[in-house]
């Protein structure tokens, strides 16, 4: 596959085959991944792979965030698919960045991690491991970054949960990128 290919072809996958990913393969994609530009070289990124039994404790972290309803039924149900969105990802790699004091170079670190992330997740692709990258509640959650091991003064910039795609979507259309441009002379 050419890289036009792997950019369009790309997917965000959330249901993965019961098949244990090589994170050892992972970690050579990492090294390849992170050659992105990055301003004043502050190499911002530090990974975290989560896998075995470790998903599970993240697993009953993201239940009891997800225990939100009317009743004890909907919130016990709540709980449960909560709680199996995780658990069935055969790998999660926290992507932590150390967030700079200065409000230029904390962007500028945020935009090359996220440079970073994309690089990987076409790396994972080209091997036909599917990803999806995952902001939110669960990652700035204290019992989260505590059991992960997110530092003070570090953000998460991504959780990417990382399989063998057991379904891969269509794709969506996107805008015509002909709408989006300005042309100064």
């Not at 039924?73 to 926290?94: F, H, S, T």
């Not at 690089?119 to 036909?128: P, T």
Request: aromatic share 8%; glycine share 6%.
């Amino acid at each position: 596959m050419n890289l036009t290919e792997l950019i369009i072809d790309r997917r965000s996958i959330q249901l993965y085959e019961d098949r244990p990913v090589p994170v050892e393969e992972l970690k050579k994609m990492l090294e390849t991944a992170v050659w992105v530009p990055n301003h004043k070289m502050t190499q911002p990124w530090r990974f975290i792979f989560v896998y075995g039994d470790s998903i599970k404790k993240i697993a009953e972290i993201n239940r009891t965030l997800g225990e939100k309803g009317k009743d004890p039924e909907e919130r016990k149900a709540n709980g449960e698919k909560a709680y199996q969105k995780i658990a069935n990802v055969p790998v999660l790699l926290v992507v932590a960045m150390k967030e700079n004091h200065s409000p230029k170079f904390r962007e500028e670190d945020y935009a090359a991690t996220s440079c970073m992330i994309q690089n990987f997740s076409l790396l994972a692709w080209e091997q036909g491991i599917g990803m999806i990258w995952k902001t939110g509640q669960l990652t700035i959650e204290d019992e989260f970054r505590e059991a992960v091991g997110v530092q003070p003064g570090e953000r998460v910039a991504g959780m990417l949960q990382i399989g063998y795609p057991a379904k891969v979507p269509k794709p969506r259309p996107r805008a015509d990128v002909k709408t989006r441009i300005t042309e100064l002379d």
